[in-house]
């Protein structure tokens, strides 16, 4: 199963998965509103259900999301009632909105879902290249340590409503830097289970990734609000300007 249906299986469940009712959501919303220029430009990869779209676009931001999966883009034309958040269906690989933006960003664990450090790096450049002058790249991902330590098979429960949880079986391949997560569904009805693969990165890996970009890192923190990023922390919030004199390199040579 590849990405997209994969997010296609998950497009009823993942809103509670993640609820739009997390304080994470306006840390995000206020981290991105000292980002990034009032009334400016933004672009979200993996746009999905709108969860952090709609809320910047309520804030003021002219809005555009790239999702691969029409059924998340669906939910998010639902969510979008005055159809704020401009959404392209396409690649994240391969996509060219045709605009540029004052901030370019892919949010949880988004750009582990492309299986592949080359399709990673061809992400990354993609975002390089709708960035406006003096524009930023902001990349959320976990850490991988607790998966990339993990031994066998570990089963998570998490919870959905009153009526339905989430079974949450994780196997990891570490020569690969995969992990397989199948996500199985209990509310009373025929269990769905979904598979998941993700390739997770390190921190200096995405850095790498950005310079191959064209990018060089300027801020990370361990969430949107900002807090000191360190050895504990669970995830990074990285963020990329260009890098200027690897440009000015490529248009002498």
């Not at 995000?28 to 009334?39: L, M, W």
């Not at 370019?104 to 664990?109: C, D, K, R, T, Y």
């Amino acid at each position: 199963m590849d990405s997209t249906q994969t997010y296609d299986s998950l497009a009823d469940v993942y809103d509670l998965m993640y609820p739009a009712s997390s304080p994470d959501i306006k840390d995000a919303v206020d981290f991105f509103a000292r980002t990034c220029p009032e009334g400016g430009k933004i672009l979200e990869f993996g746009v999905g259900s709108g969860r952090l779209a709609v809320p910047l676009a309520q804030r003021g931001f002219e809005v555009h999301g790239v999702d691969g999966s029409q059924r998340m883009l669906d939910k998010l034309a639902e969510r979008d009632t005055d159809a704020r958040v401009r959404a392209f269906a396409a690649d994240f690989t391969k996509v060219s909105t045709g605009e540029t933006y004052d901030v370019v960003f892919i949010a949880l664990n988004t750009l582990f879902a492309l299986h592949t450090a080359a399709q990673q790096v061809e992400c990354v450049t993609r975002m390089r290249e709708h960035l406006a002058p003096g524009g930023r790249v902001v990349i959320e991902a976990f850490d991988p340590m607790p998966y990339h330590q993990q031994q066998g098979e570990q089963t998570s429960t998490r919870y959905l409503s009153p009526t339905s949880v989430m079974l949450d079986s994780s196997h990891v391949v570490r020569t690969q830097q995969l992990v397989l997560v199948i996500h199985t569904v209990l509310d009373g009805t025929v269990p769905r289970p979904t598979q998941e693969i993700l390739r997770y990165a390190w921190p200096s890996e995405i850095d790498l990734m950005a310079r191959i970009a064209g990018l060089r890192l300027v801020g990370r923190t361990a969430g949107w609000r900002e807090e000191p990023y360190g050895e504990k922390s669970d995830r990074h919030i990285s963020v990329y300007a260009v890098d200027d004199v690897k440009d000015q390199g490529s248009i002498g040579s």
